[in-house]
């Protein structure tokens, strides 16, 4: 017979223990989250395409074909940019889902015990089904035009993950604010969109002017995203200052998230 202990203060391992016997709980969120999103749908699972398919003719019409924006490596432009909207959109989702998980999750929240860090862990899940997509999307394009996968897109996974857990830390860390000022839940979406134009998803590392470079160099998103598009193309530079700045924000911001995510479960029922 399982034991569960409900710990209010979560001062030992117990919490932890939970997250693993309730991890049949987190699949079923995300399958919940994928069913809710593509209910009703003509198309289906067929929008996680259609979305950045347009996002990609878009840009590359506005940034690639008028501005003139240069490409990384020998690229065509539109590939790196579907790349790059691949990885700023699994790292946006994540970061936008979780900041919210409270409000979104307060219902089952107020009715039951669980880890509640595994509803945000859902979401995650479910945006992998949209990611692999993506994924398999970009590879049929590459080979439509001749430009070949390397050996180097065997790391897209590591790079993904890491992309989710950076935006996930951020989210939980301001899940801790959101619940008490309702004014994030405005701000940080249109944040986030400010955001996507600071950080290397339709334009080239090169196009940046080197006065600026230190500045860009300190967004937490551009390593991961960097590091992603070097996955595709195959005679891109790795960016190592960018991306080992990705993981320095990674390793302060996942306990502090967790950390912010912890002391508000405990509290955040009086405030929702």
Do not use: H
């Not at 929008?47 to 924006?69: D, E, M, R």
């Amino acid at each position: 017979m399982r034991k569960t202990v409900i710990e209010p203060n979560g001062k030992n391992f117990q919490y932890w223990k939970d997250i693993w016997n309730y991890r049949e709980l987190a699949l079923n969120l995300a399958k919940r989250d994928i069913v809710v999103r593509y209910k009703q749908t003509r198309i289906g699972l067929g929008w996680a395409l259609i979305a950045p398919i347009i996002s990609t003719i878009v840009s590359t019409f506005i940034f690639g074909t008028l501005a003139n924006l240069s490409t990384d490596g020998s690229a065509p432009y539109f590939i790196m940019v579907f790349a790059g909207n691949t990885a700023w959109t699994m790292f946006s989702r994540s970061l936008t889902t979780s900041s919210s998980t409270f409000i979104m999750n307060a219902n089952i929240m107020k009715k039951v015990y669980y880890p509640r860090i595994l509803s945000p862990i859902g979401a995650e899940l479910a945006y992998l089904v949209d990611a692999l997509i993506s994924m398999a999307m970009l590879i049929i394009m590459m080979l439509v035009v001749g430009y070949y996968p390397t050996v180097r897109m065997l790391l897209f996974p590591v790079f993904l993950f890491l992309n989710l857990v950076l935006g996930m830390a951020f989210g939980l860390f301001l899940s801790a604010f959101n619940i008490k000022f309702r004014d994030l839940a405005q701000i940080i979406p249109f944040a986030v969109s400010i955001w996507q134009y600071i950080t290397p998803v339709v334009y080239s590392v090169d196009s940046i002017p080197e006065k600026y470079r230190l500045l860009y160099s300190l967004n937490p998103a551009a390593g991961f995203v960097n590091a992603f598009k070097w996955c595709i193309i195959g005679d891109m530079k790795f960016d190592w200052f960018t991306f080992l700045v990705a993981i320095g924000w990674t390793v302060v911001f996942v306990p502090c998230g967790i950390a912010a995510f912890r002391k508000s479960e405990r509290t955040f029922v009086d405030l929702v």
